[in-house]
């Protein structure tokens, strides 16, 4: 049967007159995803959102007969410019340029002009990290819409808005009906990566990109109350067609935890009972613990801070991450996007105040232990109810295995499915401060990014530091994200008075972005600066000494250092490995006078303690 379907599809495809830039399909027509699982029927109400082709200030989204349709850059551009035209409460304010010259740009809903009322709360909503899931652009300019010319400017008596509708636009722009092979719709989908084949859902912490550091500048100009970062997720296929999460949520361990408390306890209730008013089914974001065998468990899917909802956690910013479930008509996904913010903005105005008190609370935080590197936990520690989808499993003669086929056709009986959490694999003590000298100016700019606050030495300063030589670092044999990272398990600390030249900073821990400090300046954490591979060159041997140099210098250790001897033999004794190895022996040796390199493996950022 299954054969039938593909030689069906392929003969519709051939059949087209449209081009494919696909190379095993040449001359083919896009792919009618035919290959993908059904749909459960949906009629949401919803769906009432939606404008005839024949309004005045119909989206292009809506404007497709099938719904199933996003707008180019320049198609997007022009319809919020002929809305910031028409309507007072909209401005467009550019606040990046991509690597191929898109200006980056966000759509501000205001009644109070450039200039925000303090007391009021700011929603941020981002579309597009991932151009492909895109279902918060095409919602945005609904939403917008209706707020401008068809009377939703209510909104806006106690809530400013703030959407990004595009944040990857180079990405946005490499188009085709290609990118996502496990999405339904739109049917032009924008590209995973940006430009230098980077995934800005990556880049939270590192601040590698363009748009990443725009934003971060967007983000401290305005100091959102509330973030929103849009995705469209894939996996295993549920009943869910909105689902989002943000760390501490259930109250598991959070570094935001009033934050995350205000999110269990105010926003989830209200918000799953806005998008079920209108015919949504809202989840908590979870992740398949195994895709090929849905009921084997689920997990939060990490807390790391390279992601938004991690970096808002430690960053005390209140952060959700939406997930629609990719195989959900891109319509569904788009109002029920619509739904979500429209509620977002009314949960602002009515608790907003609520919200700020968290954050207060959580900005004061500083633990003297940071909790790092979360794994998921070996055995399950809750059972969740999980509204399924009926599967089906085939023998594929493709891949020569048992495969899964989704038949779109809701469970009735609710699965009792494992829930796997996270947990710590490294606790890391918290200094007084970091010192960071001034040759590393490309550290400086990343935490000067974040909006870290420092200080600038305006001339040479020796402090008393403790500083960390690596034990055992491994260089991954493989690239992420433009960078070979490198881990290290162990390091040895040394007390030394380090002269620190000028321009060289310090940065106290105690501010509300000291955790974030932590965790990108330790070298053992997983998110930090030098597990992504910046600091290679501490890993360089840069003198050596030669055989007919430390052979005797040895032998003259030797005799002088009986202490040393025994230590020699000792290691002999239980290292065959090491006494059948001159080269070893000599480096052994080596290492231990006043020739050998100290700075070798010698973390340059220094800790100040107590």
């Not at 309004?55 to 996003?70: G, I, L, M, R």
């Not at 450039?114 to 095409?138: N, R, T």
Request: charged share 25%; net charge negative.
């Amino acid at each position: 049967m299954r054969p039938t379907v593909w030689l069906c599809a392929a003969s519709l495809l051939l059949a087209s007159p449209v081009m494919s830039q696909s190379p095993s399909v040449p001359n083919a027509a896009p792919w009618d995803q035919e290959f993908l699982p059904p749909a459960p029927e949906w009629n949401g109400a919803s769906r009432s959102l939606l404008r005839e082709a024949s309004d005045p200030w119909v989206t292009p989204f809506e404007a497709d007969p099938a719904h199933d349709f996003s707008p180019t850059y320049a198609d997007t551009r022009a319809w919020f410019d002929r809305l910031d035209g028409a309507s007072d409460l909209i401005r467009i304010e550019q606040f990046g340029t991509s690597p191929e010259g898109r200006p980056i740009y966000a759509v501000i809903a205001s009644k109070d002009g450039a200039a925000f009322d303090p007391s009021k709360p700011v929603l941020l909503a981002q579309a597009g990290i991932h151009p492909g899931e895109i279902d918060g652009k095409d919602a945005g300019m609904m939403l917008l819409r209706d707020i401008a010319m068809y009377g939703r400017d209510d909104l806006l008596d106690r809530v400013n808005l703030i959407l990004i509708p595009i944040l990857s636009v180079d990405g946005h722009e490499r188009a085709g009906a290609h990118s996502r092979p496990n999405q339904r719709g739109p049917r032009i989908q924008g590209w995973r990566h940006t430009a230098t084949n980077q995934n800005l859902n990556r880049d939270f912490v590192k601040l590698d990109q363009t748009e990443m550091r725009a934003v971060m500048g967007l983000i401290q100009r305005y100091q959102p109350d509330l973030y929103v970062d849009i995705h469209v997720t894939d996996g295993i296929d549920y009943q869910y067609d909105v689902t989002y999460g943000y760390n501490g949520e259930n109250g598991v361990w959070s570094r935001s935890p009033a934050i995350a408390q205000w999110l269990d306890d105010a926003f989830k209730p209200a918000m799953n009972e806005a998008l079920e008013a209108q015919g949504h089914i809202p989840g908590e974001l979870v992740f398949a613990m195994d895709d090929r065998n849905p009921r084997a468990g689920l997990s939060d899917g990490g807390l790391g801070e390279r992601f938004s909802n991690g970096w808002g956690s430690a960053a005390h910013v209140p952060t959700i991450l939406i997930e629609n479930h990719s195989l959900k008509p891109h319509q569904q996904r788009v109002l029920g996007t619509y739904v979500f913010l429209e509620a977002a903005m009314r949960l602002l105005a009515d608790h907003g105040e609520d919200l700020r008190v968290a954050v207060t609370r959580d900005r004061a935080l500083r633990p003297s232990e940071i909790l790092a590197n979360f794994a998921p936990t070996e055995e399950p520690v809750a059972t969740r109810e999980f509204l399924g989808i009926r599967y089906e499993t085939f023998e594929s003669v493709a891949s020569g295995r048992s495969e899964i086929r989704w038949l779109g056709q809701p469970d009735p009986e609710p699965w009792m499915m494992p829930f796997y959490g996270s947990r710590p694999t490294l606790t890391l003590a918290r200094p007084e401060a970091y010192w960071v000298p001034s040759y590393r100016a490309d550290v400086i700019e990343r935490l000067r990014l974040h909006g870290v606050r420092m200080e600038v030495l305006d001339a040479p300063r020796t402090v008393p530091v403790q500083m960390l030589r690596l034990e055992n670092p491994r260089v991954s044999g493989r690239t992420s994200e433009g960078h070979v990272p490198i881990t290290v398990e162990t390091v040895a600390t040394e007390d030394r008075d380090w002269t620190f030249p000028a321009g060289s900073v310090r940065v106290p821990t105690d501010q509300p972005l000291g955790d974030l400090v932590v965790l990108a300046l330790e070298p053992q954490s997983s998110e930090s600066f030098f597990a992504w591979g910046m600091f290679p060159e501490i890993l360089n041997r840069v003198e050596y000494i030669e055989a007919y140099a430390i052979a005797p210098l040895a032998e003259r250790m030797l005799e002088s250092d009986p202490a040393l001897r025994a230590a020699f033999e000792a290691r002999l004794a239980e290292d065959a490995e090491f006494a059948a190895d001159g080269n070893a022996r000599l480096a052994w040796f080596y290492e231990r006078t006043p020739f050998y390199d100290d700075r070798y493996r010698l973390y340059p950022i220094g800790r100040e303690v107590r």
